[in-house]
Structure formats: C-alpha cells, structure tokens
C-alpha cells in the first residue's frame, strides 16, 4: 500500500463518494438503508478529516506557505462538515429534515474534494517531494489507527478549532 499522502487521501475521497451515490440511489422509503449508509458517511467523514486535519494540513502550511488560503478555506469547510456530522449524527433517518441535511452535506463535501483534488493537491505534489509525501502518508496512517470514529469524541471537533484559532 502506498505512504503517499495524496494518494491515501484520494482513495478515501473515493469511499466516500461512493457511499454518496448509495445514498442518492436509494428509494424514497428505504429509510433503514439511508440510516446506515449515513452512519458510515459519518464515520469516514470523521477519520477523513482527523487525519487531514492533524496530518495534512499543518504540513502544507508549514511546507507550502502559498497554500495557506487554501488550507484556511479548507479548515472552514471541515468545520462546516463537522457540525453536519453532528447534527446529522443525532438525527433519526426518518426525521423530516434528514434526507435534506444529507443531500447539503453530500453537496458541501462534494465541493470541498473537488477543490482538493482538482486545485490544491496538484500544487501540494508539485512543491513537495516525494520522501515528503511519504512521510506525511505514513503520519497519516499511523493517526488513523486512534482516529474519532464519530463526531462526538472529543478529538473530532477539537482539532479543527485549534487549527483556526490557536
Ligand atoms: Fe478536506
Ligand atoms: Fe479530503
């Protein structure tokens, strides 16, 4: 398996699209489907952005000081993410709002990846070498391992606001 940062987080990206088109594809009324499907968008989506956050992030700042509006936007759609997440995560999937606040979750992230992976990535592996990428990859593994798992561990919001305010 590859250590390299971008493409680790690519295939994450990868998941959880593809759990989006799951939940987009179910039927009006498969509401014990769509509470599953949004648990597991819940839990990739805390480990996604836990280790981007702790990992990634604070890398590129530091690395790639050109990038930081980028990684500054990029932390505000986290947190935009985040409080989806938990709201969503308290929420029964036969509750009124439900299915809108998944559908305004899948389209923020939606955005948010592609930003990733169409504008700063590329600029990311451009100024970056690969012994680079790797070493951030497997910082990022290694913190997957004690990644939150759902929203309500304190260690998922946390980070996030240390990151903006501190
Ligand atoms: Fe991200
Ligand atoms: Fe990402």
Not at 56 to 65: A, D, T
């Amino acid at each position: 398996m590859s250590t390299d940062a971008i493409v680790i987080l690519k295939q994450d990206h990868k998941e959880i699209r593809s759990l989006f088109k799951q939940f987009e594809a179910t039927g009006e009324n498969a509401t014990a489907t769509k509470g599953k499907l949004v648990n597991k968008i819940i839990e990739l989506l805390t480990v996604h952005t836990y280790i981007e956050n702790e990992g990634m992030y604070p890398r590129v700042r530091e690395l790639v000081p050109d990038l930081e509006d980028d990684v500054l936007e990029s932390y505000e759609e986290h947190h935009v993410a985040d409080v989806l997440c938990v709201e969503l995560a308290g929420m029964a999937p036969d509750a009124e709002r439900f299915d809108a606040k998944t559908a305004v979750l899948i389209e923020n992230v939606t955005h948010h990846i592609e930003e990733e992976e169409q504008d700063w990535f590329p600029k990311v592996r451009a100024a970056l070498s690969r012994k680079q990428l790797q070493e951030i990859g497997a910082h990022m593994l290694e913190l997957k391992e004690s990644a939150p798992r759902r929203p309500s561990q304190p260690s998922a919001l946390k980070k996030t606001i240390d990151a903006v305010v501190s």
